[in-house]
């Protein structure tokens, strides 16, 4: 499998007042074409891993390599980040204007993401008129608009109620395997072990702080996976015995 990113060596740890609290120790491991899910113990630094590789936070040694040096990268928050004086449409559009783009052109392309999220009726509504499910059909679209080779997502399903959230796994797997966006690597940290193992190819589970890499589980299971299935139990399980270890 040709990487698309290279995670290499990262160590992080974070200095306040006086105090070291190390965070990651040594991460290293490839994600290529593939839909990757980070598991481990609270607090273990999964999410820092993730805005390294965003370029929001510096590790302190260690590399990110990306195989293609200009891809963009999406990023989807675990809490829908939208500006609350701006329609949804202009949110999605936003990222758009502010990389140069006319704002008739980002308006026509936020307008096709918002209509893949089904949410073409509500361009001109505002945040505080939206559902939470809705407004992080807004999230994920906004972060499609920019046309990323890598989505990263952040426990994107964690603050929904269980009926939206599993809509929108269902779509957003589905938006990948149909290839209907750019995207080609999807990067999802999350708690839910159910989750993780429903829609990801491969699992990384991470210990506790200081994070190192427990184990790397493949989920050769095909899609639609039944979640009562024995495979999806034995993979379970086994998720379990290293998060619990």
């Known amino acids: 499998m040709q990487p698309i990113i290279s995670i290499r060596n990262v160590v992080k740890t974070f ?81 758009l204007r502010v990389r140069g783009m006319s704002w008739k052109e980002a308006e026509e392309k936020a307008r096709k993401y918002l209509s893949l999220v089904g949410l073409q009726s509500f361009e001109n509504f505002y945040p505080r008129e939206l559902s939470g499910g809705m407004k992080q059909r807004v999230n994920i679209a906004r972060a499609l608009a920019i046309e990323p080779l890598i989505l990263l997502m ?15 796994r269902s779509e957003v797997l589905d938006m990948w395997q149909w290839g209907v966006t750019s995207v ?39 899609r639609p996976r039944d979640r009562r299935s024995p495979e999806f139990q034995k993979i379970e399980d086994k998720v379990y015995e290293y998060i619990s270890a």
């Open 154 to 168: 952040d426990e994107p399903f964690s603050q929904l109620d269980p009926l939206t959230a599993e809509s929108l």
């Open 184 to 222: 080609r690597t999807i990067v999802m940290v999350t708690h839910n072990v159910d989750e993780a193992i429903f829609m990801a190819d491969r699992l990384v589970i991470f210990t506790a702080r200081p994070a190192k890499v427990a184990a790397i589980i493949p989920v050769e299971i095909p």
């Open 15 to 95: 200095k306040e007042g006086g105090k070291a609290l190390p965070v990651l120790e040594g991460i290293t491991f490839d994600i290529g074409e593939e839909f990757v899910a980070i598991l481990g113990p609270s607090g273990c630094g999964k999410t820092t891993l993730l805005r390294i590789i965003a370029g929001l936070e510096k590790a302190d040694s260690g590399e990110i390599v990306f195989t293609h040096k200009d891809a963009q990268i999406g990023f989807v928050f675990q809490s829908p980040t939208l500006l609350p004086w701006m329609t949804v449409l202009e949110n999605v559009a936003l990222p």
